[in-house]
């Protein structure tokens, strides 16, 4: 029976002598069913360039069965840590082998070997067995694992009870150390159609890379820079078209393309509505102008139509555009008549379409605001007024007179252009005969000395 044992033990050897890759080692059947196995803490370790760190072996006996003796056998990748020392840590009192580590065992991988009995007595609960110090290199990251290994008559990694390789492989557990820094790579697509900023940093050329600490959360968004051209996705260790997102750096490497494409016409009116003001036999309100621009990519060609009722009174030139290359425009004049209207407001939409735009038709809406006939606005001083004073102090406030000198009932409201400017009342209603005196100050905090000029815009309405 004994020779059928060893027989399998050398045919396991053999294949796994052929398989064996550090990083995953081969399993090996334990030829007892104990619940005997080796760890490696911390499972984890993670460190940056040129790191000094160490990892301590254990034996897991967590039901206290017996053992005498134990034989490590530990792979690292030499391209990320190299061992620098093994020490006993005391568990057992004949150390046969008190450690040894080997950083060139083959072209990749080192190897620590440490060998230890008990002689006065089974040992029967969980012991550390060595401490093993590693240097982190100074240039590579990357993932090294730290690795039980079992190569019979070579490497083999045992846990023994009077002779025989206890060790039950379900119960090892192997150990990875993160090292160095990882690189961030990220790419625009198509080149120079976009950017990228990374952490609210924008980053610079079409490939570009960027070094993290382990775990790093970057936060990642795609910028449109080219007029015409938007974010269409992520693609590579990134994917969908969130934006903005971000990606954890937990492997070595990270690549990430932001994917860009021309986007179709678009209709971007400047401004987006317009509103005229006017009284009942007065002069008509000036033009105002319209721009009709590209705000996507491609070419943009437009026409407008006026809708509403009764909208005679207000017309566009000219009515139809075209030849808009992304970010152009076709520059308009929008026009009001109030010849024959009535006190009162009136409402229009010019409705614009462009054929393949993607927010055909636009509505821009227009108002009108016509109130009654001249009334009399009497100011303390003339139809304008001069503040004078000197810096940080305020001027006296000045009076504006409003009266309504026909019949029926007069609204009036009023506003200013300038936030150091304030008036009030702001609003009123008047009756025939009725005048509303309206104070005018003027705070000079935070101004400069200087000159300054401003606007009071007054609309009236009848009731």
Known sequence: MKSKIISVVLCLGVVLALTLVPGAPPVKMALAQSHIGVNVTPQQTTVGFNENFSVVVWIDDSLGEN????????????????????????????????????????????????????MGGNLSASNPVCTIS??????????????????????????????????NWTYVVNGTVRAGMPALTVNVTPAGEGTVKANGVTLTGDSNTTTWDWDDVVNLEAMNSTPGWGFVNWTGDL??????????????????????????????PVPTSLTFSANVGGANPANQTLDICNGGGYTLNWTANITGVNVTWLSMSPMSGGNLSAAQCNSTQVAVNTTGLAEGTYNAVITITAPGASNTPYSVSVTLYLGVPPVSV??????????????????????????????????????????????????????????????????????????????????????
């Not at 056998?73 to 020392?85: E, G, I, K």
């Not at 240097?135 to 039980?148: A, Q």
């Not at 971000?246 to 678009?266: D, G, L, R």
């Open 378 to 463: 009497i100011p303390i001083s003339p139809t304008s007024f001069t503040f004078t004073t000197d810096e940080g102090e305020n001027p006296p406030v000045q009076t504006l007179k409003i009266c309504n000198t026909g019949t029926g009932t007069l609204n009036w409201s009023l506003s200013d252009n300038a936030g150091w400017l304030s008036e009030s009342p702001t609003s009123g209603s008047l009756g025939a005969g009725e005048c509303e005196y309206v104070t005018v100050s003027v705070d000079v905090d935070a101004m400069a000395a200087g000159d300054y000029s401003a606007t009071i815009t007054i609309i009236l309405r009848r009731g």
């Open 134 to 167: 590693f240097t982190s290199n100074s240039s590579n990251t990357g993932i090294s694992g730290l690795d039980f290994i079992y190569i019979a008559d070579d490497a083999a990694t045992s846990i023994t009870l009077a002779g025989e390789d206890i060790l």
């Open 239 to 268: 994917s969908g078209s969130t934006n903005p997102t971000s990606i954890t750096m937990n492997a070595a490497a990270k690549n990430v393309t932001a994917n860009f494409a021309e986007q179709p016409p678009a209709i971007s």
């Open 67 to 118: 053992y005498d003796g134990t034989g490590i056998r530990l792979v690292y990748n030499t391209s990320y840590v190299t061992a620098t020392n093994v020490s006993d840590a005391g568990s057992f009192d004949w150390v046969l082998n008190a450690g040894t580590f080997n950083n060139t065992w083959n072209a990749t991988h080192g190897l620590v070997e440490y060998d230890a009995a008990n």
